[in-house]
């Protein structure tokens, strides 16, 4: 079908919306419709509805309909995503309070964007009329257009698109003519006349009515299609009447005129298709209006990300539903619906199962029969890739449901693509649950599993306890590696583990100054768990997968929530389900959310007897013991490691882990704790650590056995030399997550000097006794060797002098070779080379990263830290204070304390 090129001329308003239609719709670019209450949106929000989430809507709720009708229409067999039950009749039901022709069924999308809803809807509707009546396609979309399909939108320009996008449609499936233009308006152009001006010239009895439109109006721009003209008294599915006194009825007739006028005044009208229309004035009679189906993907934007207008609005409309304003949304598409109607659209899962959407769970299940739900998950979107929309499909009807009433549920949670869960909500069993079920469930949850309704709730043979939130855990959380062993300022601390194991997690510390009186530096912390501590349980990772650990009574951090069996001796039960991937398939099933509550957990439902049965035939439970050098359970043995090499280098400078017992292996450990690599007396680093290797494997010590463990550590050659030499500092930073305490200093070449140094015995003195003693060693003998002539010694000679320069910067500390701690006042500044442990790898190292003496790249930053200080400021971490600035703060302070 040829459109003529003259239609699409720049010049007049439908080339203007072809040229932005092409930009905004070929290229996936939304201009500013993905902005409400002045944030911006995903694009998932408006342009880029998935084409199978709009046919699963539509054909399970307006292709239900039709084929309960019309069970013999060929349109029928185009159906992919129609749901059937066994006897072939729609699995959506027969949807018996909706009208008995299509052309009585009326449409809306009250979130058009570009109008992929619409286009589908059109597409459906003119085909059914076309058979029902039989007109032909010209006259059945025509008739469409003007009867049963509307549509609103909060940005202008994508309410132009989406309406020449149905348009188009029109043209390509019927030929280019004249149509009546679609009725799509923009419910985004506020009011601007003040309240005086706006009642100007309005009639008493009408004053009311349009002072209360004046206040909603004047925030169109936010709003949008959340207003609601009606007025809060009228009947729940009756007329749209206005005004607050119920003897007093206003009709749209009598207020249209005075609406118009007023609008006309703010300048609001355009035109599209050659057709005067005036947006605004139809926008309030479609938002005014009620509907046999609204089907929509609204905007996703959490209560925290909103303006405070559509905040405080969604506060006083929808308060249930308030959390996200797309479940606010979806709340306003059920009350446009028409008694028995249906609402149909594409949400955040959350509201599903978080306790924070419960009232308005409770609200649905009470007032509405669910008629499906089909959760996609993350990647349900081609276009947006991650974890972060977990979307739904949901089909309600407003009416109350019945006590026997069921839904189907789909889950495609695991399916790996779009392409993935299109198939498998066109093509899986779906279950069939029993509503009344859902709303006896603790929560109210809907899910999306028969078995989700059956056996005992957990909360009868656990509790659940969500961990600490320390508020700024780059000052208040370390590896554990990082403090002094015996320091007791900080407390062990689980976190998340990244595969169910039975002890993981346990790698950092939580500043803990005497017995958890961290309010006093730490104002925003939350102290949470304390039921959990010393006890027993399970540790639930909450993001994502649900990856469990055992707990053993520690602190636990808000990533985190803790498991603990009313009876100890259930715990095996516990651990035995908990660590299955029931578990997670369970708590999935009633909580979507990227992050669960630890409320959701205990929420699941659970044949315990069977769970007691498996732990039974398990046996009992291990030990706590971990083989892990980064896990606070390891004691230090080197052969059992799972990084022999690693732990070997630490026990040769002295470290030791804060549950490792005395060995043979202490007679190894250097007593300054620095370690040439060249040998300077000492004997070389390689020998060295191959004599403590040795006794660690006793008789399984071999030249093979070396080679091995060196080329599992990265080792290229094999050889335990060149692995010290040149893999051990890059190996060592990854396997501590970049918070090394071995720092590896060279002068920069292979054949000059190195040194590792053991962090936590790196003072002031230390540092000067390798600079001046170690490195003052190997400079003679450079110097020697080149009044020998020795090749490469005036090379080596000259870096080393270098390196010299470099760690005497760093001594005297000025800047850009100071440490700068951003949570200490100036007056506790460190004055040269003197760290605090407790200040962590990150800042202390700073200066020895700056000095470029490091091995190997350290992959941190001193960026700003997220959040705020308790007074407001950043955490600002890049300042470098001179030494002058220093002192002079530290006397005035010392004064002042005198």
Known sequence: MEIPAEVFEAEDALGWVYQFWQTAEKKRVNASGNKIGGADLSPVTQLFTENYMVRFLLENSLGAWWAARHPDSPLVDGWEYLRRLDDGTPAAGTFPEWPTTAAEVTVMDPCCGSGHFLVAMFGMLWRMRAEEEGLSPREAQ???????????????????????????????????????????????????Q????????????????????????????????????????????????????????????????????????EGAAGSVLDH?????????????????????????????????????????????????????????????????????????????????????????????????????????????????????????TASTPSRNGRYFALDATNATSAQAKSVAIRADAEQSIEQSAVRRLNGSAIVTSASATEGDELSRYATSSIGLHMA??????????????????????????????????????????????????????????????????????????????????????????????????????????????????????????????????????????????????????PEPHSDDPTQWLFKGDVATSTEPLQVAVARLLGHRWPDQEPDDLDRFADADGIVTVPNLGEGDAATRLRELLAAAYGDRWSGALEHSLVTDAGGKTGRLEDWLRDTFFAHHCKVFDNRPFLWHVWDGRKDGFSAILRYHRLDRPTLEKLT??????????????????????????????????????????????????????????????????????????????????????????????????????????????TLTERRTARAQHEAGSA
């Not at 009867?147 to 280019?176: H, M, S």
């Not at 206040?215 to 607050?244: K, M, V, W, Y």
């Not at 649900?546 to 990533?559: I, P, Q």
């Open 276 to 396: 005067v229309i005036e947006d605004v004035v139809q926008a309030a009679k479609l938002l005014a209006d009620r509907y046999t189906l609204v089907a929509t993907n609204p905007p996703y934007l959490k209560r925290g990300s909103q303006q405070p207008t559509l905040a405080d609005y969604c506060e006083a409309h929808h308060f249930s539903a308030r959390s996200d304003l797309a479940t606010s949304i979806l709340d306003r598409c059920i009350t446009m619906t028409a008694l028995g109607g249906t609402t149909v659209a594409v949400t955040p899962s959350n509201w599903l199962g978080q306790a924070y959407y419960q009232a308005f769970r409770d609200q649905v299940l009470s007032a509405c029969i669910i008629i499906a739900i089909a959760t996609l998950g993350p990647r349900a979107f081609t276009a947006i890739t991650g974890e972060i929309v977990n979307p739904t499909l949901v089909l309600v």
């Open 472 to 621: 700024d855990n780059s000052r208040f959380r370390r590896g554990f590696w990082e403090v002094h062993p015996r320091s007791t300022a900080w407390r062990r601390i689980l976190t998340t583990v990244e595969r169910t194991q039975d002890f993981s997690g346990r790698d950092g510390v939580a500043f803990w100054p005497e017995g958890g009186r961290i309010h006093e530096d730490n104002p925003a912390a939350r102290i949470q768990g304390r039921a959990a501590w010393n006890k027993e349980g399970v540790l639930v990772s909450l993001m994502g997968e649900l990856r469990v650990t055992r707990y053993t009574g520690e602190l636990f951090d808000n990533n985190t929530a803790a498991l603990v069996p009313a009876n100890p001796s259930d715990l095996a039960a516990l651990w035995s389900y908990a660590s299955s991937d029931q578990f997670n398939d369970d708590v999935r099933t009633i909580d979507r959310s990227l992050k669960v509550t630890n409320m959701s957990l205990t929420r699941v439902r659970v044949d315990w007897q069977s769970w007691k049965a498996r732990a039974d035939e398990s046996g009992p439970l």
């Open 142 to 192: 025509d008739a469409v257009l003007r009867d049963n399909l509307f549509g609103l939108e909060l940005d202008p320009r994508c309410t132009q698109i989406a309406t020449f996008n149905v348009a188009l449609e029109a043209w390509k499936q019927g030929g280019y003519r004249e149509i009546p233009l679609p009725q799509i308006a923009c419910s985004g152009v506020p009011v601007r």
């Open 194 to 265: 003040s309240l005086e001006e706006w009642l100007d010239g309005v009639p008493e009895h009408l004053r009311d009515t349009m002072s209360r439109l004046h206040f909603q109006f004047r925030h169109a721009d936010t709003l949008g299609s959340l207003i609601d003209p009606r007025p809060a008294n009228a009947d729940e599915r009756g007329d749209a009447l206005f005004g607050r006194d119920m003897s007093i009825s206003v009709t749209w007739d009598e207020l249209q005129p005075h609406l118009a006028a007023k609008f006309a005044q």
């Open 772 to 881: 001046y003693t170690s490195l003052g060693a190997w400079i003679r003998r450079q110097e020697h060797e080149v009044d020998a002539g020795a090749a490469g010694a005036e090379a080596r000679l000259a870096a080393a002098q270098q390196l010299q320069q470099n760690l005497e910067l760093i001594i005297e500390g000025e800047a850009p070779y100071d440490v700068y701690v951003r949570w200490k006042p100036m007056h506790e500044q460190p004055i040269g080379w003197a760290p605090d442990l407790d200040d962590g790898v990150r800042l202390n190292i700073r200066p020895f990263v700056t000095a470029g003496i490091l091995r190997s790249k350290v992959n941190v930053h001193w960026k700003t830290d997220r959040g705020k200080n308790p007074d407001g400021s950043e955490r600002v971490n890049d300042l470098h204070p």
